[in-house]
């Protein structure tokens, strides 16, 4: 098939036959057919005059911004804590829109995919949502509609761990706002958490957190601070709540000697701090 007025899943990346279960001696044993690509178009091509989904368009939509169509050939990128949703729609094999309340689509991951890496929920026909959780690699969705010819499709997902430079915006701010707190002491002004949350969302946020600690206002208002004050104001502002006993013992004494960017990058890279920023509101997509 081939779909010059829309970039149809279809082509380059076609759709394959499907794995199904043998009930053998009362045992399920899974089994893949290796049929080529090619030889699934050619069940789509061979199909009748009967309406089957032989292609699909699938858009990625991210709150705050306008759905954007899912390049096949490249992975879905998924970070911890964020959310997208996938809007699918199937064209049967005359190249006519197929209803999607009668499409019956499905989304799971596949073997690829470590367990509970990526949370899926089907929020209408032909609406998922997904939520990175965790992992990182190369992951695999199969889309795929039970009684459809037997296809599938493969939906390439990136997951990312949180802080690999793949922040989103709500995130972004969120980081931007604690390391006022956590750093300058006060709550950041409009034109400082547009310029934070901008450097955080490209993937800098060690040049950020080293500007903030050698900026004119830091050398002012909290050089001369004793080290225990910087430390406990760290973990307030970045992890809500007084550093412990392991966290007193982990990093005063590089505070101490003016390691305070590295101390910084090592709390944000914590999975308390994850915990944190994935379950706040404004740190969700």
Not at 211 to 231: G, I, Q, T
Not at 247 to 261: A, C, F, H, P, S
Request: hydrophobic fraction near 35%; aromatic fraction near 6%.
């Amino acid at each position: 098939m081939n779909h010059p007025a829309r970039y149809r899943w279809s082509s380059p990346v076609a759709p394959r036959i499907r794995r199904f279960a043998l009930l053998l001696a009362g045992a399920a044993v899974a089994a893949t057919l290796t049929t080529p690509p090619a030889r699934a178009q050619e069940k789509c091509a061979a199909a009748g005059p009967e309406p089957y989904i032989c292609g699909i368009e699938i858009e990625v939509a991210v709150p705050g911004e306008r759905p954007k169509r899912l390049d096949p050939r490249r992975p879905l990128r998924l970070g911890s804590g964020e959310t997208v949703e996938l809007l699918v729609d199937g064209y049967d094999q005359f190249d006519r829109r197929f209803p999607v309340d009668r499409a019956g689509f499905v989304l799971e991951p596949s073997r690829r995919c470590e367990r509970g890496a990526v949370e899926i929920r089907r929020v209408e026909p032909g609406r998922f949502r997904l939520e990175g959780k965790r992992g990182q690699g190369n992951c695999e969705l199969l889309l795929w509609v039970p009684g459809n010819l037997n296809l599938e499709w493969v939906v390439p997902v990136a997951l990312q761990p949180l802080g690999s430079g793949g922040f989103n915006r709500a995130q972004a701010d969120w980081i931007a706002a604690a390391l006022y707190r956590a750093l300058l002491g006060r709550e950041g002004d409009p034109p400082g958490l547009a310029g934070a949350s901008a450097e955080i969302e490209r993937g800098r946020l060690r040049n950020q957190v080293e500007a903030m600690v050698r900026s004119d206002e830091f050398r002012r208002e909290r050089a001369s601070l004793l080290a225990p004050r910087l430390l406990e104001d760290l973990y307030q502002g970045l992890l809500g709540r007084a550093p412990d006993r392991d966290g007193i013992q982990r990093y005063l004494r590089d505070v101490e000697r003016g390691k305070l960017t590295d101390v910084t990058l090592d709390i944000l890279r914590s999975e308390e701090f994850e915990r944190r920023l994935t379950s706040s509101p404004r740190g969700r997509r």
